[in-house]
C-alpha cells in the first residue's frame, strides 16, 4: 500500500470504527433512558395506594353516623391504611432496582463522552509540553492535532470494546432478573394498586351520585338549604377524575412495561449486529411508549 | 325477589374472600381483596341509601370487616412479590454496582494506561507524518492494552 493510499486509509477505517461503537451503542442508552423514565412514572403508584387508601376511608367518614371532626377522620384514615404505606415503600424497591439497572446501562452506553473527553484533555497535556522544546516548535499545529484525534481514536477502540463486553454481559445476565422485577411492577400496578383505585373511585361516585340527588331544591326557597351539597360536588367530581386519571397512567405504564421487555430481549438478540434496524424499532417503539406516558401527564 | 340484606351480601362476599394459602398468587390475593373491596362498597351504599334499615349497625360492621380485609389482602399480595422478586431485585443491584466500579476502574487506571502509550507511540509517528506509522502506532497500543487487561 502505498503512504499515500495509507494516509488516506487510515482516518477513515478510525472513523469508521468510532462511528459503528457509537451506533451500536446508542440504542442502549436510549433504551436506559426510556426504562428510567419509566421508573419515574411509576415512583408515585408505590405511594399512591395508601393515599387512595386514606381517601377512601375519609369518604366512608363522611358517610357514617355520629359527631364528624374532619382532623379526626384525616387521622384515623392514616392509621388505617399505614400497612399499606409499608407495603408501598416494598412496592418501591422494584422500580429503585430498575431504575438503577437503566442507569447503570444509559452510563454504560454513553460513557464514551465522558470517559474520553477526560482522556482527551490528558493526550492534550501530554502533546502541549512537548509542543515546545526550548522554544522551538517540534510539531506543526496540523500534525499536532492528527495525533491528538489518533489518540482519541485509540483510546476510544479500547474503551469503547471493554464497554461493550460489559454492557452484553449485563444485559444478557439480568435478562431473567428484569422480567421478575418488571413483572412484579405490572402486577403491583395493574392489579393491586388499581384495584384500590377502583375500590376508592366506585365509592367515591357513590357519594357524588347522593350529593347530587341531595342538590335537588324543589322551590327557590330550598335552594339556600342545598348550597353546600351542590358546592361538594365539585370536589367529588375532582376527585374521581384525579383517580381515573391514575387509573389510566397505570394502564399505560402496564403497556409500556411490556414494550420494555421485548426491547431488552431484542438488544440481546440484535447485540452484534450494527444498526440493525429491528433492534431500533423496538427500542423506539418503547422509547415512544415512554413519551406518551409523559404526554399524557403533560395534559393534566 | 327481595333485595339481598346486609348479611347475605357480607355472606357472600366473606365467603369469596376466605384467607389466601401459601399456594396462592399475588394476582389471586389481588382478586380476592378486589372482591372484599367491592362487598365493602355494596355495604357502604346500602347504609347510606337504606338509613332506616334495621340492620344498619351490623352493615357498617361487616363493611369495616370487609374493608379491612381488603387492605389486608392487598398488603399480603404486595409482600409476596416483595419475597418473589427478591433474588432479582439482589441481581439487578449488582449488576448496577459491578457498572459503576467498573467505571470507577477504567477512568483511574486504564484510562492513564491507554492515554500514556498512545502519546508515546503517536507523537513519534505525527512527528514523521507518516499516516501508515501512526496507524500502526495505533494497532500496537490497542493490542498492548488487550495484553495489560488479561
Not at chain 1, 495509507?6 to 478510525?14: E, N, Q, V
Not at chain 1, 421478575?180 to 395493574?190: G, L
Amino acid at each position: 500500500m502505498s503512504n499515500r493510499l495509507r494516509a488516506r486509509w487510515a482516518p477513515a477505517a478510525i472513523a469508521l470504527l468510532l462511528g459503528g461503537c457509537a451506533l451500536q451503542m446508542q440504542p442502549v442508552a436510549d433504551f436506559g433512558a426510556a426504562a428510567n423514565h419509566l421508573a419515574t412514572t411509576y415512583k408515585p403508584f408505590a405511594s399512591g395506594i395508601a393515599a387512595s387508601c386514606e381517601q377512601r376511608e375519609r369518604y366512608i367518614a363522611l358517610g357514617n353516623a355520629g359527631a364528624f371532626d374532619d382532623a379526626v377522620a384525616e387521622r384515623a384514615a392514616a392509621v388505617r391504611c399505614a400497612p399499606l404505606k409499608e407495603a408501598g415503600a416494598t412496592a418501591a424497591l422494584f422500580g429503585q432496582a430498575l431504575a438503577d439497572y437503566a442507569s447503570a446501562l444509559a452510563t454504560v452506553a454513553g460513557t464514551k463522552a465522558t470517559v474520553f473527553d477526560s482522556d482527551i484533555k490528558g493526550v492534550s497535556g501530554a502533546a502541549a509540553k512537548l509542543e515546545t522544546k526550548g522554544g522551538t516548535a517540534i510539531f506543526d499545529s496540523r500534525k499536532l492535532g492528527a495525533a491528538t484525534k489518533i489518540a482519541r481514536a485509540a483510546a476510544a477502540i479500547v474503551m469503547q470494546e471493554k464497554l461493550q463486553t460489559l454492557t452484553r454481559a449485563t444485559l444478557q445476565d439480568n435478562a431473567d432478573a428484569l422480567a421478575v422485577v418488571v413483572d412484579a411492577m405490572k402486577t403491583y400496578a395493574d392489579k393491586i394498586y388499581a384495584g384500590q383505585l377502583a375500590d376508592t373511585r366506585e365509592l367515591m361516585a357513590g357519594e357524588l351520585r347522593r350529593l347530587v340527588a341531595a342538590s335537588n331544591a324543589p322551590t327557590q326557597g330550598d335552594v339556600e338549604a342545598r348550597l353546600p351539597w351542590r358546592y361538594a360536588q365539585a370536589a367529588a367530581r375532582a376527585d374521581i377524575e384525579a383517580n381515573e386519571l391514575e387509573a389510566r397512567r397505570v394502564r399505560d405504564f402496564a403497556r409500556a412495561a411490556d414494550a420494555l421487555l421485548a426491547a431488552h430481549a431484542d438488544l440481546i438478540a440484535n447485540f452484534d449486529k450494527l444498526g440493525g434496524a429491528r433492534r431500533l424499532e423496538l427500542v423506539s417503539a418503547f422509547v415512544n411508549q415512554v413519551k406518551a406516558l409523559n404526554d399524557d401527564a403533560a395534559a393534566l | 325477589m327481595t333485595d339481598p340484606t346486609a348479611s347475605d351480601i357480607a355472606a357472600s362476599a366473606i365467603a369469596a374472600s376466605t384467607a389466601p394459602t401459601a399456594d396462592d398468587t399475588a394476582d389471586a390475593m389481588a382478586l380476592l381483596a378486589d372482591v372484599a373491596g367491592h362487598a365493602s362498597t355494596v355495604l357502604f351504599n346500602y347504609r347510606r341509601d337504606n338509613p332506616g334499615a334495621p340492620d344498619l349497625e351490623q352493615a357498617l360492621n361487616l363493611e369495616m370487616t370487609l374493608d379491612k380485609r381488603a387492605i389486608d389482602l392487598r398488603v399480603q399480595a404486595v409482600r409476596l412479590l416483595g419475597a418473589q422478586a427478591g433474588e432479582a431485585l439482589a441481581q439487578m443491584k449488582d449488576a448496577t454496582r459491578k457498572v459503576d466500579d467498573f467505571l470507577v476502574t477504567i477512568k483511574a487506571v486504564e484510562g492513564r494506561l491507554a492515554v500514556a502509550n498512545a502519546v508515546i507511540g503517536l507523537t513519534g509517528a505525527a512527528l514523521v507524518g507518516d499516516a501508515g506509522g501512526i496507524l500502526a502506532a495505533v494497532v500496537s497500543v490497542h493490542t498492548a492494552l488487550k495484553s495489560a487487561e488479561a
